[in-house]
């Protein structure tokens, strides 16, 4: 207890709705470093108020108005510590990071930080991006949104009025979030996010964020999402070089409109938009990677192999762009192999993509790509070692038992190739 009260007293403050599956999990990994637990209900029917008493210090049971900003600022005037730590009941923190946490809020002139936030998606792969989620407990500090709420523009005010606040990022805390896996989604949420950021953008047309967020939520690549995707651009470079810097979703708004021009085959576009973000802001595998595709289309494959090289060898900060990160850098390897054909580099080329399987060792169209270049550079018994090696681990597939079998036929190994081809008719059977 002594080591509790003679440091700032830390308070948890979540809102939750029917999250007895996971909420337990949540407070379990935090309940040994904060001072008091404040938890808002909006609505909760599968027994997650029975668990929520358990562990609150205070709670509170409002209805639910369509605005998340308005559930988060009743925890936190609800909380009594110095400092204010966000959670929902879907994340949780590893104990190696908890001890740190302690230690930040001890810092003088720290007003808030940034974490960073891990969404993991079905077991398959995970983004990584920064939030806010680790702040002093000030009267003026507050959310703003109906949704995707945010609270770094009450401290942004406050930083402007007295310099002497900071605040930082930190990306060696990690946030672990796992509600978007499939077993445990209780609702649309994207239905639900598309209501209110509509909702909120016909409170503020001029909301930059949200018209952002309603872009991505509708999909980037479609008509209405890219509309309003280039409306949130338009609207961004009208402010000042500061401001856009200030805000931190506007490197990936500048990438992720760079992605979708290049996707519609508008490469100078995609270029231009590619120059104003790094200008602005440090660089990143997706601007590199669309200034490669942009190149690419425009006939430079000189430069396109240059940013495609520059893309492969970054690694992935965090950022909400449009694309996995494990497919982005196979497209990379992919277009890298192809300007290597292209300049008749054809051994540089099945050199890459086998660095690419051995990276991804069960990406399917890596190791078609791979094959198909063996054969062209008349290289068959390296098609024939790497396919094999790829069915042993991943199975039977149909279309890389015929390349083996091209393979063997140019191997001139004509009974080898019969009995691939032979499989690949009972695979496809």
């Given at each position: 207890?002594?080591?509790?009260?003679?440091?700032?007293?830390?308070?948890?403050?979540?809102?939750?709705?029917?999250?007895?599956n996971c909420l337990q999990r949540c407070i379990d990994s935090v309940k040994d470093i904060v001072d008091e637990i404040v938890i808002v209900d909006t609505g909760s029917t599968d027994g997650t108020l029975d668990l929520a008493k358990r562990y609150a210090s205070k709670m509170a049971h409002i209805a639910w108005i369509d605005d998340f900003s308005y559930a988060r600022n009743i925890s936190i005037d609800m909380a009594t510590g110095d400092w204010i730590l966000i959670l929902d009941a879907d994340n949780y923190i590893k104990n190696e990071f908890c001890s740190y946490l302690l230690q930040l809020i001890t810092k003088p002139n720290m007003l808030a930080y940034q974490l960073m936030i891990r969404d993991h998606y079905d077991g398959i792969y995970c983004d990584l991006y920064l939030n806010t989620r680790l702040f002093r407990r000030m009267p003026s500090v507050m959310y703003t949104g109906r949704v995707h709420e945010q609270v770094t523009p009450s401290l942004l005010e406050i930083v402007k009025s007295d310099p002497?606040?900071?605040?930082?990022?930190?990306?060696?805390?990690?946030?672990?979030?796992?509600?978007?896996?499939?077993?445990?989604?209780?609702?649309?949420?994207?239905?639900?996010?598309?209501?209110?950021?509509?909702?909120?953008?016909?409170?503020?047309?001029?909301?930059?964020?949200?018209?952002y967020r309603l872009a991505l939520a509708l999909?980037?690549?479609?008509?209405?999402?890219?509309?309003?995707?280039?409306?949130?651009?338009?609207?961004?470079?009208?402010?000042?070089?500061?401001?856009?810097?200030?805000?931190?979703?506007?490197?990936?708004?500048?990438g992720n409109v760079a992605l979708s021009l290049v996707g519609g085959k508008e490469p100078k576009k995609a270029l231009q938009i590619c120059a104003v973000a790094e200008s602005l802001f440090s660089n990143h595998p997706v601007l590199s990677f669309?200034?490669?595709?942009?190149?690419?289309?425009?006939?430079?494959?000189d430069k396109s192999l240059s940013s495609a090289n520059e893309a492969l060898a970054m690694g992935w900060p965090p950022g909400s762009f449009v694309c996995n990160p494990n497919r982005l850098r196979e497209d990379i390897y992919l277009l890298i192999s192809r300007l290597l054909r292209k300049r008749g580099e054809h051994s540089w080329a099945v050199n890459t993509l086998r660095k690419a399987v051995a990276e991804f060792p069960d990406s399917r169209r890596l190791i078609h790509a791979l094959i198909r270049s063996a054969l062209a550079?008349?290289?068959?018994?390296?098609?024939?070692?790497?396919?094999?090696?790829?069915?042993?681990?991943?199975?039977?597939?149909?279309?890389?038992?015929?390349?083996?079998?091209?393979?063997?036929?140019?191997?001139?190994?004509?009974?080898?190739?019969?009995?691939?081809?032979?499989?690949?008719?009972?695979?496809?059977?």
């Open positions: 207890m002594d080591e509790i009260s003679a440091r700032p007293r830390l308070s948890l403050c979540m809102i939750v709705k029917d999250e007895v002497t606040w900071r605040c930082d990022i930190l990306k060696n805390i990690i946030i672990e979030h796992d509600g978007y896996m499939q077993q445990r989604i209780k609702e649309d949420k994207r239905s639900r996010n598309i209501s209110l950021l509509t909702k909120a953008l016909e409170d503020d047309p001029s909301d930059i964020y949200r018209r999909g980037a690549q479609t008509d209405i999402g890219f509309h309003h995707l280039s409306i949130a651009l338009e609207a961004l470079l009208h402010l000042s070089h500061q401001e856009i810097q200030e805000r931190a979703f506007a490197h990936e708004l500048m669309v200034k490669a595709l942009s190149y690419y289309l425009t006939q430079n494959f550079v008349k290289m068959p018994w390296v098609a024939l070692d790497e396919g094999a090696k790829w069915m042993k681990s991943n199975g039977v597939d149909t279309e890389c038992l015929l390349l083996c079998a091209d393979a063997a036929e140019m191997h001139g190994e004509a009974s080898s190739a019969a009995r691939w081809r032979s499989l690949a008719g009972k695979s496809a059977a």
